[in-house]
Nanobody
């Protein structure tokens, strides 16, 4: 059974940084695309960033709202995907979900930004 477990959320001041981690229990992790989505209160879930897998993997894609501030990366030997979030803004607070291609999701981790 595929499981995704996020960690690293919390409270940070505007302008600060957080790093999210997601460990994926999937033997073919290195071949799969993974990423992060977020859902703010009262809003739809939206893409934050994804990164491809496989031999040509490591290509990343970002939402316009986070490009240049957030960085997605993966460590295949640890079945882990990361999201480094810098220069956090008041509009970034949400529950951040880890995603694995094939429509697998983590339970989410809350990110709160204080002004």
């Amino acid at each position: 059974q595929v499981q995704l477990v996020e960690s690293g959320g919390g409270l940070v001041q505007a302008g600060g940084s957080l790093k999210l981690s997601c460990v994926v229990s999937e033997s073919a992790f290195s071949f799969r695309a993974v990423g992060w989505y977020r859902q703010a209160s009262g809003k739809q879930r939206e893409l934050v960033a994804t990164i491809t897998g496989g031999a040509g993997g490591g290509r990343s894609n970002y939402a316009d709202s986070v490009r240049g501030r957030f960085t997605i990366s993966r460590e295949n030997t640890k079945n882990t995907v990361y999201l480094q979030m810098n220069s956090l803004k008041p509009e970034d607070p949400a529950v951040y979900y880890c995603w694995l291609s094939g429509d697998y999701w983590g339970q989410g981790t809350q990110v709160t930004v204080s002004s």
